[in-house]
């Protein structure tokens, strides 16, 4: 059984990290959680210049042909520096989307665009409910001579306050079944009707309300077939569940990391607190959560890879990584002690996020209720 990484890809993670450790130290990463837009342009070119933005896009639209393999390895690394900034909105959410489910057209209109750095691209899909399922959606587009008009409002949108477009998942028609009668849009964020307002989260990542108010889309803007949008949503919302798991296993893995350093360096009653078997059985604890979630997000990231049935391995993926990387940053912080507990320490960066990671794309039971239904419960 051979579960590790290619040659390139160890090869990819480490430039990853050094890059990233380089480029992008704690003190900008506050700075740009304490910033309006929340990304570093200059940062962003950078990185569009090793390929990243284009790394899984066919060479034909700029990118560079890897795999969705090959992007989980950098969102673990992503996650491992906990790096700010719309890479997950607009690689992973849209141009996945784009990339899926765009025409020929749109692919080569776009594509070039994100993997060239001069595009963002965000997905619209929660409402009020902030549930991540085809009942939620509300937003209506009405179909008038010209194209749609769309009404409705969406909530906890990633970076839109950056976002270039918005796809914009809104119902076109009402059935039986509410899978059916959705309808992707490729909304220009600057578009007269849209209203952007940016919310504070917790982990200090850039969410938004967005509303539209009577906003005119062009028929030629539709994304994929009209009215059966939702398969693409979801086949996004998989692939995004397992990228989100990875960037969280590499939060966990910087924070059990910083952790064991610390109980070795941490001297109480004349001897570093790694000896003592509270301490132990924490950090034996930390790295059992994180290796058991990493190779759970891997497996299931294969499965999504290779195109094959993955439904319950990414909702598996995503209950236990949810709550394990919780568990990590919490003992984490718990190891650090008092100066844990000081904004001027590191480790709530990476708590906050595990946090947010943990209810984004559906937290534990969310999840638990996908494998129960796999089950046939
Ligand atoms: C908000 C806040 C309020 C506080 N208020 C008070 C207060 O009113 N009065 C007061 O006296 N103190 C107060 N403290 C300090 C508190 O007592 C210390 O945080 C605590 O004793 C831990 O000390 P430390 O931070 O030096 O951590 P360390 O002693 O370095 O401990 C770090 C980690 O090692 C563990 N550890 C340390 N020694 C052992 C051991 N022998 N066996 C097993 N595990 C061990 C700790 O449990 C912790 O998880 C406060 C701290 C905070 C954060």
Redesign the pocket.
């Known amino acids: 059984m051979e579960l590790g990484l290619s040659e390139e890809q160890e090869m990819l993670k480490t430039s990853a990290r050094d890059f990233l450790q380089k480029e992008c130290p704690k003190q900008l990463v506050r700075q740009l959680d304490e910033s309006d837009t929340g990304y570093s342009s200059e940062l962003w070119q950078k990185m569009a210049k090793l390929g990243w933005t284009g790394l899984v896009f066919p060479e034909k639209y700029g990118g560079s042909g890897g795999s969705f393999l090959d992007l989980i390895v950098l969102l673990e690394e992503m996650g491992h520096n906990i790096l700010p900034g719309p890479f997950f909105s607009t690689v992973v959410l849209g141009g996945l989307t784009v990339l899926a489910a765009g025409s020929e057209e749109q692919k080569k209109d776009i594509l070039p665009k994100i993997a060239s750095g001069d595009m963002l691209l965000t997905l619209a899909l929660t409402e009020p409910s902030a549930r991540y399922d085809a009942p939620s959606v509300k937003t209506k587009a009405v179909a008038g001579t010209d194209g749609h008009v769309i009404n409705g409002t969406k909530l906890f949108i990633p970076d839109a306050n950056v976002a270039d477009y918005i796809l914009c998942v809104a119902r076109t028609k009402k059935g039986k079944n509410p899978e059916d009668g959705i309808t992707i849009f490729l909304v220009n964020a600057k578009s007269p009707g849209v209203k952007g307002t940016l919310l504070k989260t917790l982990a200090r990542d850039k969410q938004c309300e967005v509303v539209f108010d009577n906003v005119s889309v062009p028929q030629s803007n539709i994304l994929g077939k009209p009215d059966q949008g939702w398969p693409t949503v979801k086949d996004t919302l998989q692939k995004a569940t397992v990228a989100k798991c990875a960037e969280m296993v590499g939060g966990a893995q910087a924070a059990l990391e910083m952790a064991v350093q610390y109980?070795k360096d941490?001297v109480?009653?004349n001897r570093p607190?790694g000896s003592?078997?509270?301490?132990q059985h924490?950090c034996a604890n930390m790295v059992t959560d994180v290796d058991g979630a990493r190779f759970i997000t891997y497996k299931a990231a294969w499965k999504v890879n290779e195109g094959l049935p993955s439904d319950m391995d990414v909702a598996i993926a995503k209950a236990w990584t949810s709550e394990a990387c919780g568990r990590v940053t919490l003992l984490a912080h718990?190891?650090?002690?008092?100066?844990g507990?000081t904004m001027d320490h590191d480790i709530h960066l990476y708590y906050r996020r595990a946090k947010a990671g943990e209810i984004m794309f559906g937290d534990g039971d969310f999840q638990r209720a996908i494998v129960a239904q796999e089950l046939g419960l």
């Open positions: 109980a941490r109480q009653f607190i003592f078997q509270a301490i924490y718990q190891i650090f002690g008092a100066i507990f």
